[in-house]
């Protein structure tokens, strides 16, 4: 987990990429959910809320981008932003 959390401070697009493929892989394995928001809770904890909105923002984009590619809809990822990284933040 400390090497998770390491990469996930590196940097935005870092803690996005993490929380948009643990949020799309949590649809297969739900656990990988409470990880999603878990990078997004840790950046808004030590980077602050707008540097967490950021990083939520271009996770959602970037999970819409997956799941249409790979389920062929989008809105997993607005399910996920509401459901997990909102009360999150």
């Known amino acids: 987990m400390k090497?998770?959390?390491?990469?996930v401070m590196r940097g935005t697009s870092q803690a996005a990429?993490?929380?948009a493929v643990a949020a799309?892989?949590?649809?297969?394995v739900p656990p990988l959910g409470l990880?999603?928001?878990g990078s997004i809770g840790l950046v808004t904890l030590r980077s602050g809320p707008v540097s967490g909105l950021i990083v939520s923002a271009v996770a959602t984009l970037g999970m819409?981008?997956?799941a249409?590619?790979?389920l062929g809809s989008p809105m997993p990822?607005?399910?996920?932003l509401l459901?997990?990284?909102v009360p999150i933040l």
């Open 3 to 7: 090497a998770i959390a390491a990469f």
């Open 17 to 19: 990429l993490v929380a």
């Open 24 to 28: 799309l892989l949590s649809i297969l």
């Open 35 to 37: 990880l999603s928001a």
């Open 64 to 66: 819409g981008a997956l």
């Open 68 to 70: 249409w590619l790979s």
């Open 77 to 80: 990822a607005l399910g996920v």
């Open 83 to 85: 459901m997990l990284w």
